[in-house]
């Protein structure tokens, strides 16, 4: 009895149709990779006539998740831990509202990276880079210093909080959402003759009110 298989012939090449959406869908990938490298260029690169003219554009590519900057190799860089909490307030169904206690974001992102031998780039740097993005469009009164990327910085701030804490909070609606941050000095060696550190500065930022547009595009 002679058993009968249905094999495909050796070295059979890929359909004409196949062969063409394989191709388009290179086309596209490489398309789209050497247009935000040349955004990601011209973001960098030195003002001209392409990048004064298409600025708007290249900055909706750019910002806020692919800013790019020097300080890794500033004369003078920061030498202080940031730590930014979050607390909401919530609306009862009775109308009641209540403001509950602070919720530390960075500590979240320390305990998702403390013991992990390849933390995501997410867990390191999301927030803090939200939180720079954040400070560096506004003054220390929370006033916005002329940038027209302010907004897109609060909205990019409150979304990443919104993504973890949800919609409620013990059972209730959250109606309006607060950041703190906390900036300590790291301490300098004990042989360097240099002074103490001040005490942690504390910045609280003023509440901001949370609709369901908020919340638009968020998993959960």
Do not use: C
Not at 73 to 102: C, E, I, K, M, Y
């Amino acid at each position: 009895m002679t058993e009968t298989t249905d094999r495909p012939a050796a070295g059979r090449a890929w359909s004409r149709p196949a062969q063409l959406v394989l191709g388009f869908a290179g086309a596209v990938l490489a398309g789209g990779t050497g247009l935000f490298l040349a955004a990601v260029f011209l973001h960098v690169s030195p003002a001209n006539s392409v990048s004064r003219q298409y600025r708007d554009e290249i900055d909706g590519v750019v910002y806020p998740e692919f800013e790019q900057n020097w300080k890794l190799f500033a004369p003078n860089p920061l030498q202080q831990n940031v730590g930014v909490d979050a607390r909401v307030r919530t609306a009862a169904s009775d109308g009641t509202t209540r403001t509950h206690d602070w919720i530390g974001l960075t500590a979240q992102d320390v305990a998702a990276i403390r013991g992990n031998p390849a933390p995501s780039h997410v867990e390191q740097n999301l927030l803090r880079r939200a939180w720079d993005f954040y400070d560096g469009s506004h003054n220390p009164q929370d006033e916005t210093r002329t940038s027209p990327r302010a907004g897109l910085a609060e909205q990019y701030l409150e979304r990443i909080a919104l993504q973890r804490i949800g919609r409620e909070a013990e059972g209730e609606r959250i109606v309006e959402i607060q950041f703190r941050s906390t900036a300590a000095t790291v301490p300098p060696p004990s042989w360097s003759g240099e002074p103490a550190p001040p005490a942690p500065r504390v910045r609280e930022l003023p509440w901001w009110r949370v609709t369901d547009e908020d919340y638009r595009g968020l998993l959960g």
